[in-house]
């Protein structure tokens, strides 16, 4: 993915920053859940306990926020029939590809 198709998708999300939200923090929000979505992993919100579920310790998303931002990524994780097993799509694949290898998101997407 070349930096003008990531700035171009992300550009077309829904996103309103403003205040205390950054491009930074969003991206690295997307960073994480994809990372865990190609790992299989889960936030449940219920604390179930279930294998693939990622404890409250390692992060700090509300369930609502993690929700949120599964939408705004709907476009790079399939589920079928659930989203405890959820998988990336060729466009999340790309999208956390090109979030691992740029640092300076916030420069890329102002420029």
């Known amino acids: 993915m070349t930096t003008e198709e990531f700035k171009d998708w992300y550009n077309d999300l829904p996103l309103l920053i403003y205040g205390e939200i950054s491009?930074?923090?969003v991206c690295s929000a997307f960073k994480q859940i994809l990372t865990w979505k190609s790992e299989g992993r889960f936030i449940s919100g219920q604390g179930s306990g279930k294998e693939n579920d990622i404890p409250d310790s390692e992060h700090n998303?509300?369930?609502?926020e993690y929700w949120l931002y599964l939408g705004l990524l709907s476009e790079c994780?399939?589920?079928g029939s659930s989203p405890r097993g959820a998988w990336l799509t060729n466009k999340g694949k790309e999208i956390l590809d090109f979030l691992n290898n740029?640092?300076?998101?916030?420069?890329i997407i102002e420029n």
Do not use: A, G
């Open 23 to 25: 491009d930074k923090q």
């Open 61 to 64: 998303f509300t369930t609502t």
């Open 77 to 79: 994780i399939d589920y």
């Open 102 to 107: 740029n640092k300076n998101i916030e420069e």
